[in-house]
């Protein structure tokens, strides 16, 4: 009788694991040398197997043949498509051990723990600015910059991140690549593909609340209602004992009572914000820059809140519900007079 298993009997000097055959172990020990001798002919990056330099080509390919079952979204790599589908199946493995929320994906939950551990490597050389994250410096960088190097030809409005470009441009070309199955309506963007699916179709969001019903369409935004309900205050301050919900609100209690941190002033009328988000939403107005797109009607918006709140028009999506019967409304102004009227034939009293 032949024997499957076989004895790992090839070891490594170095680090003592060990292999099965002495092609692994010779593999292996590129780790320990260094050696890369698989090298990409287009921008000369090196690897130690040859089938990392199969996934790496694929970035300069465009060839993404593993795809999302849900929302049809591609990538280069199968460990890419494993750690995106946990968006859709709200598995978080990684978990702080100091406030208990969890994570998609380790980098994610390293990111995190600067919070608590209060490290920001990533320096800002104008203003001394520091942050725990190297892509919250690039945006905070634009503040001096004011860098909006994507630029689009024909109407000659520029973006600073070169996805709003793209999404702009499909708008002005009406170009919608992402098509629905369900009705052959089609959109620029896979996000709104999605959104599409979830309301026209299914009548409901891709997440809720567990307390409420309300519903959501993506897992942070309900992360961020239920503690209108838990109470939970995860942001607290080094200075004194206040706690607050969101990390924003923390952020504006440092800069009003510690004077701790960075205004972000407006060069234009002079008000002053905590974060940058708000900030940069403001700039928008004065500029005149509408970068979130309406896929229905071509309509442009400053903030991606006033995009959703239009988006509503078009839609027959309801998220709020109704704690008494469970009618779902498109608008929350809607559910209190409804449960009004399902309290009283209850006998119960609702305050105005």
């Given amino acids: 009788m032949r024997v499957h298993a076989r004895k790992k009997q090839y070891k490594c000097v170095i680090c003592d694991k060990a292999f099965s055959r002495p092609t692994s172990l010779s593999v292996h020990m590129r780790i320990h040398t260094a050696d890369k001798p698989y090298k990409c002919q287009v921008c000369n990056k090196a690897f130690c197997q040859v089938t990392n330099l199969d ?3 694929r970035v300069h390919t465009g060839d993404k043949p593993y795809k999302c079952k849900v929302c049809d979204k591609a990538f280069c790599q199968v460990t890419n498509l494993n750690n995106h589908l946990r968006i859709h199946t709200g598995d978080k493995p990684y978990k702080c051990q100091l ?4 994570f998609c994906q380790v980098t994610n939950l390293n990111n995190h723990l600067r919070i608590h551990s209060g490290d920001k490597p990533h320096k800002c050389q104008a203003c001394d600015k520091a942050f725990c994250q190297v892509s919250s410096l690039n945006t905070h960088m634009k503040v001096h910059t ?15 991140p070169s996805s709003t470009l793209s999404t702009h441009m499909r708008v002005q070309m009406q170009d919608k690549p992402y098509k629905c199955l369900l009705c052959d309506k089609s959109f620029n963007n896979s996000r709104r593909l999605q959104e599409h699916k979830q309301c026209k179709h299914f009548n409901r969001g891709l997440y809720h609340c567990p307390y409420c019903g309300v519903q959501f369409m993506r897992m942070h935004e309900v992360n961020h209602h239920v503690r209108i309900h838990t109470g939970a205050k995860p942001y607290s301050c080094t200075h004194c004992s206040d706690r607050f919900t969101h990390h924003s609100q923390l952020k504006t209690h440092l800069l009003k009572s510690h004077n701790e941190g960075t205004w972000f002033i407006c060069h234009v009328c002079q008000k002053k914000f905590s974060v940058p988000g708000p900030y940069r939403d403001h700039l928008r107005r004065h500029e005149g820059v509408k970068p979130y797109v309406c896929s229905e009607c071509s309509k442009g918006f400053c903030t991606e809140s006033e995009l ?12 709020f519900c109704c704690g008494s019967c469970g009618k779902y409304f498109k608008r ?6 409804h449960f009004r009227k399902c309290s009283n034939k209850l006998g119960f009293s609702f305050p105005m």
């Fill in 55 to 57: 996934n790496h080509a």
């Fill in 99 to 102: 406030c208990e929320k969890a």
């Fill in 146 to 160: 004011r860098d909006k190097p994507n630029k689009y030809q024909v109407c000659v409005k520029a973006f600073s």
């Fill in 308 to 319: 959703k709140s239009h988006q509503l028009k078009h839609s027959d999506f309801k998220r």
């Fill in 332 to 337: 929350k102004y809607s559910v209190k007079p």
